[in-house]
């Protein structure tokens, strides 16, 4: 990564989904952490924050999710990525992922398969993904 | 009288209207033959003896203002990275500078379209491609191409401002006529056009006008002004009658549609916010002066693919309504259109032509306005059904202004400009519900534009004199 450039992030809520608060507080603790945050909003299609990331040449993806229909809209995302050029993109997946929590390892193996590098149960505390957002993208902490 | 001479040199005719600034009228007009093929001067002579043998005096000594559509109009390739942001935010910019988009290419250049590219020869290629400390590599890429081709025309580098001036440098050590302008997506989400406006303005009066041989102009009229393109003088007309003037209130949002032989023009004054309460919207935000032009809606050469888009049934079951009594055929209306997109001067005969030809005007309004205005899709979300919104809402339009021969030579303007009103079948509808409409018979508001620029009172005056309301 530059070291001149601040690091870019695409963050934005999934699918048919509504919910923008957790986003919103995503984005606030971001941007206080140095991150430069493209914010997509709610009700974004996956086609959206890949685009988003290329024109930005964001460092990463950050797909929020709090229907419990990731399943739906996040399969093959990082294939879907990939296709698209942005194969070093790394991809954080948060939220209510599955409406009928099953043990959260199942959960997060399905996602990681879907190409997810992170994928975070439901009442993580956004300093641990900064954390994690800043020793995978090389960032001082 | 205080007169003013406004002309328009358009593809197909060399138009004049002689204004009386005092009084706000238009006390002459004229129009005749293009003959920019030749020699551009031939068709405004004519016009110019017509309106001075209509007010008996010699106007060739009257201050005067122009623009032009004519050889081509201002050709515009566009270039950026994602088709549906840099790409789009140039393709809005290009069109509200009074552009004709001639090519548009996504991503990263490669051999074909940049062959094609040289072919078309376009006045301007329009480079943009990445956020501000966003995706380098594209514009860069595109840049190192063009500089390599044979392309002589100017180039406006509006991208990625961290490589802007690796990219002026890539095309001015080729020779190119690279101008550096701000990039129209700054941030994903943000959308700024002045800059490139301003720019390629410029280009067109400084150096297009005089490649085109229009500037020979100026031996026959007093110009008190730069000749502009066409479409940003009718854009400025818009703006005008819209926002009105320090003193005089404007007519609110405004839309105005060009129905003309080979497209619809819609331009639009309003911001397009939802005006239904729970809308998401969606997409790159909105310009409030907004262009579009719609190159397969067309009385004459693109009257087929009207009623291809529209159903044949759709077409004819318009022309029935508005002539019951006239016997005709759905037949007839491919009949018609045969006729017509090879006849492009063609004026309806008799009462079926007459209805047809309404019939088509009103489907083209109607689908240009669609487009213009964009869409509301239904999300069903967790919490119940969510509308989401792309593009421009424009329900509380409050004034629609049409230009173009089917509206101007028939007696039926109101029934096809209502194609471009909400019918109040489709409860997510984004035109126009309840807007006056209005109609420029005599093809004047390009010279409304024109006058704006130096005298708003007396163009908005002259607006409210001439603009019949249907």
């Not at chain 1, 399969?75 to 296709?83: I, P, R, T, V």
């Not at chain 2, 002459?28 to 309106?51: F, K, M, N, W, Y």
């Not at chain 2, 996504?106 to 062959?115: E, I, Q, R, S, V």
């Not at chain 2, 005008?240 to 129905?259: M, P, Q």
């Amino acid at each position: 990564m530059d070291a001149k450039r601040r690091p870019t992030v695409v963050l934005g809520t999934i699918g048919h989904d509504a919910h923008i608060v957790g986003s919103s507080i995503l984005r606030i603790a971001l941007e206080e952490a140095g991150f430069n945050v493209v914010f997509l909003g709610a009700v974004v299609p996956p086609e959206e924050f890949i685009d988003a990331a290329r024109e930005s040449a964001a460092d990463a993806i950050l797909v929020s999710s709090l229907y419990g229909m990731a399943r739906i809209d996040c399969q093959d995302f990082g294939a879907k990525c990939a296709e698209a050029g942005l194969s070093k993109v790394k991809l954080y997946l948060g939220g209510i992922l599955v409406t009928d929590p099953e043990k959260w390892e199942e959960t997060e193996k399905l996602f990681k398969g879907y190409g997810f590098h992170r994928v975070y149960p439901p009442q993580t505390k956004t300093d641990v993904a900064i954390a994690d957002l800043k020793s995978d993208l090389g960032v001082p902490a | 009288m205080d007169p003013i001479l406004a002309v328009d040199f358009g593809s197909t005719y060399t138009k004049a209207a002689l204004i009386d600034r005092a009084a706000a009228q238009v006390v002459a007009s004229a129009h005749a033959p293009s003959t920019v093929g030749s020699d551009v001067t031939l068709g405004l002579r004519q016009v110019l003896s017509e309106v001075s043998a209509k007010v008996g005096r010699d106007i060739r000594k009257v201050p005067a203002l122009a623009c032009s559509s004519a050889a081509g109009g201002l050709r515009v390739a566009i270039i950026g990275l994602v088709p549906a942001l840099s790409l789009e935010a140039a393709r809005r910019a290009a069109l509200g500078a009074g552009a004709k988009i001639i090519a548009a290419y996504g991503y990263k250049l490669t051999a074909k379209p940049l062959a094609d590219l040289e072919r078309l020869a376009p006045d301007i290629v329009l480079l943009a491609g990445g956020t501000d400390g966003g995706d380098e590599e594209t514009i860069l890429h595109n840049a190192r191409l063009l500089a390599r081709s044979p392309i002589s025309a100017p180039i406006v580098v509006a991208g990625n401002q961290v490589v802007q001036q690796e990219c002026l440098d890539l095309l001015q050590a080729a020779g190119k006529p690279a101008r550096p302008a701000d990039n129209l997506l700054p941030e994903v989400g943000r959308i700024e056009v002045r800059s490139v406006h301003d720019i390629i303005r410029d280009l067109f009066i400084h150096r297009i006008t005089h490649a085109k041989g229009i500037d020979r102009v100026r031996d026959y009229l007093d110009l008190v002004a730069d000749i502009v393109p066409t479409p940003s003088a009718v854009l400025e007309a818009a703006r005008l009658v819209s926002e009105g003037t320090a003193k005089s209130k404007g007519l609110g949002d405004t839309v105005v549609i060009d129905v003309g032989g080979a497209t619809t023009d819609v331009h639009s004054v309003a911001s397009g916010a939802p005006t239904r309460p729970g809308v998401v919207v969606r997409g790159l935000p909105e310009l409030r002066l907004k262009r579009t032009v719609e190159g397969d809606l067309g009385m004459r050469i693109n009257a087929a693919t009207i009623v291809e888009r529209y159903g044949r049934a759709e077409v004819f079951a318009l022309a029935e309504a508005l002539q019951p009594a006239v016997a005709m055929a759905e037949e007839d209306v491919d009949r018609y259109t045969a006729h017509v997109s090879a006849r492009t001067e063609h004026i309806p005969a008799d009462a079926r032509e007459r209805s047809l030809d309404c019939a088509l005007g009103r489907a083209a309004v109607r689908l240009a306005m669609q487009r213009h205005a964009g869409a509301i899709r239904q999300v069903y979300t967790h919490k119940g059904p969510v509308p989401v919104q792309e593009g421009k809402d424009l329900g509380e339009v409050a004034a629609i202004i049409g230009v173009g021969g089917v509206l101007a030579h028939g007696a039926d303007a109101r029934f096809v400009l209502e194609g471009a009103l909400d019918s109040g079948t489709d409860p997510f509808s984004l035109l126009p519900r309840n807007a006056a409409l209005y109609l420029d018979r005599r093809y004047v508001l390009y010279g409304i534009g024109l006058l704006a620029g130096i005298s708003e009172e007396a163009a908005l005056a002259t607006a409210h004199n001439v603009l019949e309301e249907l």
